[in-house]
């Protein structure tokens, strides 16, 4: 069935229809969520899908509990990042419809801590420096910054026991104060 284009294979095991048998369009963030499991897509996808950054992100990234990985498909390229296990369960949203059913997506604040905690770049972030790297280096609108729960962007940062989280955190809500 994969040869002869019925099917297409998105890892051993995992396959959707071809386009020929599909009455809509597939939900790339319930199938990354297939892929590899446990998982829930973040990062720069759920960044995007959040409108905080003005890019389309064609990558379909993902936080994962198991080991990080990548698969190249037809469908295109799904990434997983394996995170630590005390901050995965924060700030997971579950979405349902009933085309596509259910799928767990970031809550725009855990995608900016996933994000954050492995940039390089933020690594040595200094509080000046912080919204620079938000808005030039992350090109999140300072608008959506001001619309981000600081409350739940601590606990999130407190989950990953991150120095530069809770800077980036209190930084947030300095910003959001006035």
Same mark, same amino acid.
């Given at each position: 069935? $994969?040869? #002869?284009?019925?099917?297409?294979?998105?890892?051993?095991?995992?396959?959707?229809?071809?386009? @020929?048998?599909?009455?809509? %369009?597939? !939900?790339?963030?319930?199938?990354? #969520?297939?892929?590899?499991?446990?998982?829930?897509?973040?990062?720069?996808?759920?960044?995007?899908?959040?409108?905080?950054?003005?890019?389309? $992100?064609?990558?379909?990234?993902?936080?994962?509990?198991?080991?990080? $990985?990548?698969?190249?498909?037809?469908?295109? !390229?799904?990434?997983?990042?394996?995170?630590?296990?005390?901050?995965?369960?924060?700030?997971?949203?579950? @979405?349902? #419809?009933?085309?596509?059913?259910?799928?767990?997506?970031?809550?725009?604040? @855990?995608?900016?801590?996933?994000?954050?905690?492995?940039?390089?770049?933020?690594? #040595?972030?200094?509080?000046?420096?912080?919204?620079?790297?938000?808005?030039?280096?992350?090109?999140?609108?300072?608008?959506?910054?001001?619309?981000?729960?600081?409350?739940?962007?601590?606990?999130?940062?407190?989950?990953?026991?991150? %120095?530069?989280?809770?800077?980036?955190? !209190?930084?947030? %809500?300095?910003?959001? !104060?006035?």
């Amino acid at each position: 069935m $994969v040869k #002869n284009g019925d099917l297409i294979s998105l890892k051993r095991g995992i396959y959707a229809f071809s386009d @020929k048998y599909r009455v809509s %369009k597939l !939900n790339y963030i319930a199938t990354a #969520n297939m892929i590899h499991q446990p998982s829930y897509v973040s990062f720069e996808y759920a960044l995007s899908y959040h409108g905080l950054i003005p890019e389309r $992100v064609y990558t379909i990234t993902s936080a994962t509990l198991s080991k990080s $990985v990548e698969y190249a498909t037809q469908l295109g !390229n799904f990434s997983y990042q394996k995170i630590p296990t005390k901050a995965y369960s924060l700030g997971i949203d579950w @979405k349902y #419809n009933d085309l596509d059913g259910g799928y767990f997506i970031a809550t725009p604040e @855990k995608a900016l801590c996933d994000k954050i905690y492995f940039d390089k770049r933020a690594k #040595n972030l200094k509080d000046d420096e912080i919204l620079d790297y938000l808005e030039e280096d992350l090109r999140i609108d300072y608008e959506e910054l001001l619309k981000l729960d600081s409350k739940l962007f601590w606990y999130i940062a407190m989950a990953y026991s991150s %120095k530069v989280l809770l800077l980036v955190a !209190n930084r947030l %809500k300095r910003i959001q !104060n006035g």
